[in-house]
């Protein structure tokens, strides 16, 4: 199958999409990014494109945080994206990657008097994170990024270079992710997702002044706890000790979906197993992610393969 991208204003094939060796954003990491699902529903041969406009609201902010300015508005990503998406012909899951960044091939460090352009991908990603049997997360020795380093609340690619440490240390260290703290040691989130506890009923989650980046899963899992199962979410800062005692954790983002969290740093938590709430809310993702529940209509993006182009 050939895979296509949207680059230099035009759709081409994949192979076709290059940037030079100089371009500015490759040794500065001077790019932003967002990692946008599309799920297909076999049953109604159809992609349901999950909270587009919620992606690519969060990019244009991370453009404001680098001085950049994107050339479409978000309705015209919108219809870029779901064309993209019928040229390159799949037929299951996707991961859609659109990136915005400085294409000056110029050396030194700045952000100002720079060019600039943006792509999109479409391909497809293996589970990140073993959302069926769950995962075994560290703390990690690595601190998360403060606001007055890189703003974490940008998916700008420099700051990843903090979250590939932290899983780095995780996976040669025998476990499946890492859990970063801020640098006063609370609680922040792990190298690609955010983390919920809960405890007394209700969930906890580390709040945006803890340095997470504000994601767009967190937000759902956030609404349906609420809509569907009458749970609050409290966000507050969270003690490394309170994970040790939570009666369930898990992770959520895009690319994790919602991954439950058996152990920390060799702890069990709860019963060691995928607790209720988890289990509860994983299902309710998984159906709302295909576009089928129409009190959220507003997060869906339908794009059928069969559509003229």
Known sequence: MPDYAFFHKQFMPLA?????????ALPYGTACFEGIRGNWDSAQERFCIFRIKDHYKRMFD?????????????????????????RSGYQEDVYIRPLAYKSSEAIGVRL?????????????????????????????????????????????????????LAKTEAQESGFDEAILLTQDGHVCEGSGENIFLVSGGKLLTPPSSDNILLGITRDT?????????????????????????????????????????LEIDHRPIGTGGIGKVTAKLQKLFAKVMLGRNPKYSDWYHIVSPKAPI
């Open 16 to 24: 076709e999409a290059k940037i030079g060796i100089l371009t500015h």
């Open 112 to 164: 100002h008097n720079l060019e600039e352009d943006v792509f999109i991908i479409v391909t497809t990603l293996p589970s990140y994170l073993d959302i069926e049997n769950g995962v075994r997360c560290c703390t990690s020795s690595w601190r998360r990024v403060d606001d007055t380093m890189i703003p974490p609340r940008g998916k700008i690619c420099g700051i990843y270079v903090n979250s590939a």
């Open 221 to 261: 899992v956030m609404k349906l706890a609420k809509n569907e199962l009458g749970i609050d979410t409290i966000e507050r800062q969270v003690d490394r000790s309170e994970l040790y005692v939570a009666d369930e954790c898990f992770f959520t983002g895009t690319a994790a979906n919602i991954a439950p969290i």
């Open 62 to 86: 991370s453009c404001r945080l680098l001085k950049m300015n994107l050339p479409y508005s978000i309705d015209e990503f919108c219809q870029l994206t779901g064309e993209l998406l019928v």
